[in-house]
């Protein structure tokens, strides 16, 4: 989804180095998820986005400025997928069943272990960090809450059981889908799971 961008240029004598934000946000965002914030040297991040380390903190103060940038594009980001996914499903049931596809592709091979920030902010920083905290509480919430908005509008169409608690079938969904990022860091197969999102629409009977 993001437009290829050209690698940082060499700056000139007296000038400050040039670089693509975006770009370098996107390569902090595959150390980050893959290492988790603690195991991401600053030589390590300051190699992939293609800065120095003086570079890097000119543009972003420390490491912690970095992880912060880079989560919000990567919220972002995740939430301009999934709004492209469920944008083509016609019902709720289709739309939720959309998303628990777009998480379980997610969720395996190179992918899969590479991970989501999402779940290793919560797991390797929030708790010693508020503003992390904060940040990842909003994330969940809004997934939870877009969840939510779905099954209501499946039991509203017809496709969903009416009887169900939305707010509680949300969290439900919610924990599978987290969960498979999970699982997916051990390195699980496409069919693996797949047959989990197919499981876990029976949430809706």
């Known amino acids: 989804m993001t437009a290829t961008h050209a690698s940082p240029r060499r700056p000139g004598p007296g000038r400050p180095r040039e670089f693509d934000t975006e ?16 195991g ?3 030589s390590d991040l300051a190699q992939a986005l293609g ?18 940038a880079a989560f919000d594009r ?44 999402v779940v290793g902010g919560a797991v390797d920083i929030a708790t010693a ?12 919430a809004a997934n939870e809450e877009r969840l939510a908005a779905l099954v209501a509008l499946g039991q509203a169409d017809g496709s969903v059981a009416p009887h169900l608690d939305a707010a509680v079938t949300a969290r439900l969904l919610l924990c599978v889908l987290q969960g498979m990022r ?24």
Request: proline share 1%; charged share 25%; hydrophobic share 50%.
């Open 74 to 117: 990567y919220v972002a980001l995740r939430a301009e997928r999934l709004g492209l996914v469920l944008a083509a499903a016609p019902t709720g049931r289709a739309k939720i069943k959309a998303v628990l596809d777009f998480y379980a592709g997610n969720s395996h091979g190179a992918d899969g272990r590479q991970g989501c920030l």
């Open 51 to 68: 800065l120095t380390a003086g570079s890097l903190y000119k543009a972003f103060t420390d490491k912690r400025g970095l992880f912060l």
């Open 40 to 42: 991401a040297a600053i």
């Open 23 to 38: 770009l370098a946000l996107d390569r902090a965002i595959a150390v980050f998820s893959e290492r988790g914030f603690h």
């Open 182 to 205: 999970v699982v997916g860091k051990t390195g699980r197969e496409r069919a693996e799971m797949a047959v989990l999102a197919d499981g876990a629409l029976k949430l809706l009977d």
């Open 129 to 140: 960090d508020a503003e992390v905290a904060a940040r990842v509480a909003g994330a969940l």
